[in-house]
């Protein structure tokens, strides 16, 4: 079993910064892809960055490429999600997830996710 936090959310102004953080408790999580969704007001989940479990693959939305990045430590069981320049539009629930394969753009292809941390970007 694994079990996802996330952390780093919080209320910032447009063009700001955020760190969001993604701590798994789960043995072997070097094996494990994972991704970045987000959540607006009122929206579906929506894809925003995968990461391979090495780390070696990588991949964004378009709305987030450039501004976004996504790494991660395997060695502290923990990914991130670094986020600048950020819009109004940014405002949502950001969750982590993951599974044994490879990322993927598909939430229903993940298999474990975290609560979420909320992201309020004022404008």
């Known amino acids: 079993q694994v079990q996802l936090v996330e952390s780093g959310g919080g209320l910032v102004q447009a063009g700001g910064s955020l760190r969001l953080s993604c701590a798994s408790s789960?043995?072997?999580?070097?094996?494990?892809?994972l991704g970045w969704f987000r959540q607006p007001p009122g929206k579906e989940r929506e894809f925003v960055a995968g990461?391979?479990?090495?780390?070696?693959?990588?991949g964004y939305a378009n709305s987030v490429q450039g501004r976004f990045t996504i790494s991660r430590d395997n060695a502290e069981n923990t990914a991130y999600l670094e986020m600048n320049s950020l819009k109004a539009e940014d405002t949502a629930i950001y969750y982590c997830?993951?599974?044994?394969?490879?990322?993927?753009?598909?939430?229903?292809?993940?298999?474990?996710w975290g609560q979420g941390t909320q992201v309020t970007v004022s404008s």
């Open positions: 997830s993951t599974r044994r394969t490879l990322w993927s753009m598909y939430p229903n292809e993940y298999d474990y």
């Open positions: 789960g043995r072997a999580f070097r094996l494990y892809a």
């Open positions: 990461i391979s479990g090495s780390g070696g693959s990588t």
